[in-house]
Structures are given as C-alpha cells and as structure tokens.
C-alpha cells in the first residue's frame, strides 16, 4: 500500500499505542517499571497544585508550572500525560510534513524522512514511558514552521514559550535573527542588519517569555526561578550521563564540593559559544532548519549532563538535515557513523549497569573510556554535519 500522510500518522499513532499498553503491562507485573522517574516527579507536581499547593512542593520537580498545569488531568487519569506526550510526537511529525512542502520536497521523499522521527522505536519508548521531551520537540518544529511560512510574530511568541519551557531552545533565537535577513534595513551603518523581521521576532519572544516568566514568578516567587532556571547552573546530575564531565559530577556530588569549583558554570562557556554563536553566525544564512539540527547537536555533545532524553533534542531535527546529506550521498558513511554511535552508547550502557545496578565500581577505565568514546563519535560526526551545511 503506497504511504499517505494519514497513513503515516495513523501508524506512528498505533505504534505509541502498543507502547503505551506495553507499558501498563509491564508496570503491573514487572519488578522494573515501564513508566519514567520523570512521569512521577509530573504527576506529582500536579497532585500537590491540585491540591492548593505548589508544584516544587514536590521534590525534585525543575520546570515550569506550566507543566504541571498542563498535567492536572492526571490526578485524576494517571496515563494521560503518556497520551500528551506521545500526541506532541505526532504533532512535530504532521508539521514537518508541512516544512517540507514548503521547501518542495517531493512528498514521497518528505514521508520518508518525516518517518525517521515518526517510526523511531527510542521516540516512541521515551515518550510513552512519560518524558516531555515529545512536547518540547512539537514547540520546537512548530517554531521552524513558523518561520518558514513567514508568520514571524507567531514564531517569536512560539520562541519566547519554548525558552520558557525549557531553556536551551534560546540557543535557536540568534540562528532565526540571522536568517532573517529580507526586507531593506531600518537604521544606517553599522546597525543596517535591523529589520522589519529581526525586530518583530526580537519583541515578539522577548514579551513571550518575559509575560510568561513573570506570571510565573508572581504566582510561586523565588522557588518557581530557583528550581525552573537557576538549579540549572549548578546541577550535577550524574546518573544516566553521557557527558565527559560525569567522573567529575560522581566526585564531587555533594553542594559544599560544587560551590568551591568553578567548573559547573564554567561548562556552558564553550557549550554556548559553539550551539549559541559559532554556528548560528557561520551557517543560519545557508539553511535554518539544518543549522538548527547542527546546533543542538553540539549543544547535547558539551552538556555537562547528557541523557537518553536529551538525544530527542536533536533527532526531531533530524529530518531536515538528511536531504542531500552526505550520509546518504555516500551510504557506507552513514552506516558508520550510525553504528559507532550505537556503539558508543551502547558500552556505555554496559558500564553504566554495572555501576548503578549491580554495585561494581567501573569508574576507570570502563565508564571513563566509554564516555570519551561516546563523546569523540559525536564530535567526529558533528564535524561531518558542520560541513555538510
């Protein structure tokens, strides 16, 4: 049967649906459950707003309220938050269809690679086992639509509650201010790269998240900055973390070790100047949706703290960086950087358990080793996506 869009979405759809229903499953009769640490700290949230509390009553909940507002229906239905996430899926894969059209993908070439997201087993898992990252990724390809159809105040208002949701969308703004470059200039010399655009798309994300951002605070004062921004600066997540700087997160856990060293901080410099800078100034103008892919794939690689979850950041991008990519031009490179980064990660994951659920200390070399493996694929493979641009 030849693929439609309505047979595409309605398959993805059904695939989270087994999932879903898989997980339930497993939650009732397995020692290990299904459902995400993350979906607890949500659902909790939410119970403890319901309840005329505050979402950060629950501890360890680090996002906006808006969040577990959004979330409310599960005190009562605890599945519901799966559905959301797993229909924001969806969403991301019906708008990537539409970016495409409006490039001028051949539609049988634009289902292919909207499949990509669409059928990808890890998205599916991630979503139905209650992450929101599913969410964020529908905000972040409804931002690229945005811009594409030239609706640039939406786009804008669509930035501003993207950063607010989760910060690292802001590494997206100077890309967008770049590319949008048409129109003539508004002022002379060396501001004549102020425009029309530029400026509406500015004003339109800055009131975004400053009216979004202060509600917030108004609402639940100095934890809501405390615990949605500020916790980020120093976090030292070392559970799960891809990242080289996890041997340093493991020794030095406690908050007393981490205020004494500037490093934590200190991370996000070359992280930013890379994601947020380099590569927006040196590739926005060539293709937005590409640079975007290209800039949150630096920006997962230098994290100081790199999840499974944090990997859908970029593959909802994904798509758009494969037409014309050098990984299909040339085959045999695409399979190799496909499987040196399952590789990677995958000895990781080895490590990993044997650290964290069997009690063995792998510290040196095994999760050392790995992890720079992990890192050293990931840089090589940016390097081909940086020049594919």
């Known amino acids: 049967m030849k693929q ?5 979405l309605a398959s993805a759809a059904l695939m989270r649906a087994g999932f879903f229903f898989y997980g339930m499953y497993q939650d009732a009769t397995a020692e290990i459950r299904f459902t995400d640490i993350d979906y607890f700290v949500f659902t909790d949230a939410s119970k403890f707003t319901a309840a005329g509390g505050t979402p950060y009553d ?4 680090r996002y906006t309220p808006i969040l577990a507002w959004l979330l409310l229906p599960t005190t009562q239905y605890f599945w519901f938050g799966k559905l959301l996430f797993a229909a924001g899926d969806i969403v991301a894969g019906w708008l990537m269809l539409r970016i495409f059209q409006r490039r001028g993908l051949p539609k049988e070439r634009a ?11 890890m998205v599916a898992i991630i979503s139905t086992r209650g992450s929101s990252e599913g969410l964020l990724g529908a905000m972040v390809i409804a931002l690229l639509w945005a811009v594409y159809e030239s609706k640039i105040v939406l786009a804008g208002l669509l930035a501003g509650y993207a950063v607010h949701f989760k910060i690292y ?21 060396a501001l004549r790269w102020v425009n029309k655009q530029r400026l509406q798309f500015a004003f339109a994300s800055l009131l975004s998240f400053t009216v979004l951002t202060g509600a917030m605070y108004s609402i639940y004062g100095q934890p809501f900055l405390q615990h949605t921004y500020l916790h980020h600066l120093s976090r030292s997540d070392h559970r799960h973390n891809f990242s080289p700087y996890n041997i340093l997160l493991y020794m030095s856990p406690s908050p007393s070790v981490e205020v004494k060293s500037p490093y934590p901080s200190l991370a996000f410099v070359p992280q930013l100047f890379i994601s947020g800078v380099f590569l927006p100034f040196m590739l926005a103008k060539k293709d ?9 794939f630096a920006f997962v690689t230098f994290n100081k703290v790199c999840t499974s979850q944090y990997f859908l950041w970029y593959i909802v991008l994904l798509p758009f960086y494969l037409p014309s990519s050098a990984m299909l031009r040339r085959p045999w490179l695409g399979i190799q950087a496909a499987l040196l980064w399952s590789l990677a990660q995958a000895a990781w994951l080895q490590q990993g358990f044997e650290l964290e659920y069997m009690g063995n200390s792998t510290f040196f070399p095994g999760i050392f080793a790995s992890t720079l493996f992990f890192f050293s694929v990931n840089i090589w493979i940016l390097g081909i996506t940086i020049e594919d641009i």
């Open 4 to 8: 439609t869009t309505a047979t595409l």
């Open 58 to 61: 629950r501890e360890t909940y």
């Open 111 to 121: 289902l292919k690679y909207a499949a990509v997201w669409l059928y990808n087993p």
């Open 169 to 189: 969308p802001i590494i997206y703004v100077p890309s967008i201010l770049w590319a949008l470059d048409s129109g003539p200039p508004l002022l002379p010399g």
């Open 288 to 296: 937005l949706a590409k640079t975007m892919f290209v800039q949150t």
